[in-house]
């Protein structure tokens, strides 16, 4: 593994992120500075700088995470530092004592290291007086606030483009690899072709996961969030492409691998070959209707209306023939409700 790996991400966090964290835990400082009388409010900025998250759902669970991991903290260190004072060995004990406190009532991993974070800081730079534990307790959910009131205000992130992009590139690959499929049925193919054209296929699958993801993210993004009501509509209808893209997916990877593993240099001359070869092509035609944004998604008929009709394979062929013949029905049955639906 590369070292740069460990701390590099894959891609650069928006510049607007990073101004709204900037700003959060100045608002916070500042806020909880004149709110607050005592020591440098040191709570109010981490709060509300953990707080400011990609989507306002991580935002609101973030807020509560620290809150709840803060007060669990404070909590802990006060009674310890009243009983035995501030020493090393206590700060260790109420550091230890705070990650079993929230392994036993299961917490997440960032709320246990707030939990103990929160411990070794009121032991170490402040005093273990009442008072000091409930300002900082206050301080801490004046920080979450204004961290999330900031992510709220300043364009509250939405990640429906990305969801589009990749639910977008996935229906094209898909037409794509019908086209594929279509064109190894009308010519003879050498061996390192046919595992080509079955990887090609496969290639599908961690396209559709990263559609899915995407999917899920913008639908997270929209939770808790004011501009969610003019992208639910669009959300829904990526929702219906995914939904139809899924089942003809695992039908045209069983189709290619049914073609790979049942191969003969012959199967080109098999009446009705090439018969299915235009239906693979009429299905990807089919396929770019589905989606009212793509091009050939004009006042175009559907061209896949009727199904296949073939005289008795031969001995040799029957079974691929059958099985081609089966996915490609149920992809027919897919195409037709996400062309009615479009229309």
């Not at 709570?43 to 620290?66: D, H, Y």
């Not at 530092?81 to 036993?104: Q, R």
């Not at 411990?119 to 959910?141: H, K, Q």
Request: glycine residues 6%; hydrophobic residues 50%; contains cysteine.
């Amino acid at each position: 593994m590369q070292v740069t790996a460990a701390f590099r991400a894959p891609r650069r966090s928006p510049l607007l992120q990073v101004v709204k964290s900037a700003l959060a835990m100045a608002a916070a400082w500042l806020l909880a500075g004149w709110l607050i009388q005592g020591p440098l409010p040191v709570f109010a900025a981490i709060a509300a700088l953990l707080v400011v998250q990609p989507s306002l759902n991580q935002s609101f669970a973030k807020a509560i995470e620290r809150s709840i991991g803060v007060i669990a903290g404070v909590v802990i260190a006060s009674i310890l530092g009243l009983v035995f004072g501030s020493g090393t060995w206590v700060i260790l004990v109420a550091a230890t004592l705070g990650l079993l406190l929230a392994w036993a009532v299961r917490m997440t991993a960032g709320g246990a290291s707030q939990v103990a974070i929160s411990a070794v800081l009121v032991l170490a730079l402040g005093t273990t007086t009442p008072g000091y534990a409930l300002d900082r307790i206050l301080e801490t959910l004046l920080g979450a606030l204004v961290g999330f009131a900031v992510n709220v205000a300043l364009v509250p992130p939405v990640a429906v483009t990305p969801a589009r992009d990749a639910i977008t590139l996935l229906g094209q690959e898909l037409g794509a690899t019908f086209i594929r499929l279509a064109d190894a049925l009308e010519r003879p193919l050498t061996p390192a072709e046919r595992q080509g054209l079955l990887v090609e296929a496969r290639l599908l699958r961690p396209m559709l996961e990263k559609a899915e993801k995407a999917l899920d993210t913008a639908g997270e993004s929209l939770t808790l969030n004011p501009r969610s009501a003019r992208h639910r509509a669009d959300l829904a209808r990526m929702r219906h492409l995914l939904d139809l893209y899924t089942p003809m997916i695992t039908q045209l990877i069983g189709m290619t691998r049914t073609v790979c593993d049942g191969y003969s240099a012959d199967l080109v001359d098999e009446p009705g070959v090439r018969a299915i070869a235009e239906q693979l092509r009429r299905a990807a035609h089919d396929l770019a209707l589905i989606d009212t944004d793509a091009p050939a998604a004009a006042e175009e008929p559907p061209a896949l209306t009727t199904m296949l009709q073939l005289p008795t394979p031969s001995p040799t062929h029957w079974v691929l023939i059958g099985s081609l013949l089966e996915d490609l029905h149920r992809i027919h049955l897919t195409l037709r409700e996400g062309v009615e639906a479009a229309g």
